[in-house]
């Protein structure tokens, strides 16, 4: 598996509002106990987060491993109003799915599946 090391360009693929309907590190009650848990991404690959009592500001960019596009992004929020920080990725698992990874410096990691909000 190789990376490509081209610059960073914006994709309109991942832009849009994601709801989170999976989690493997956290059962729906949490991930959705104080809003529907999503993901936000614009067209300047800069977003939002929130599931469960953790959200945070997206800062992203496209990527290729292979021929598969993902989008890698830092994030910078809270944790239950405590600073929290991490990283994370997604792929297209169809047009209306993404799937990936979020990690929070320091603690957790999940893998997630959102769909497109229409």
Known sequence: MTISRKAKKKSKKFEGSWHIQEMD???????????????QIESN??????????SGQLDGATDKIGE?????????????????????????????????????HLGDNSTFVAERVE
């Not at 690959?45 to 953790?54: K, Y």
């Open 25 to 39: 590190a956290w059962d729906e009650d949490y991930f959705n106990m104080d809003v529907q848990a999503y993901f």
């Open 68 to 104: 598969e596009e993902i989008f890698i992004f830092s994030w910078e929020g809270n944790d239950e109003c405590d600073p929290a920080s991490g990283c994370g990725w997604c792929r297209l698992r169809d047009e209306n799915t993404i799937e990936g990874s979020i990690k929070l």
């Open 45 to 54: 690959n800069l977003g939002h987060f929130q599931f469960g009592l953790v």
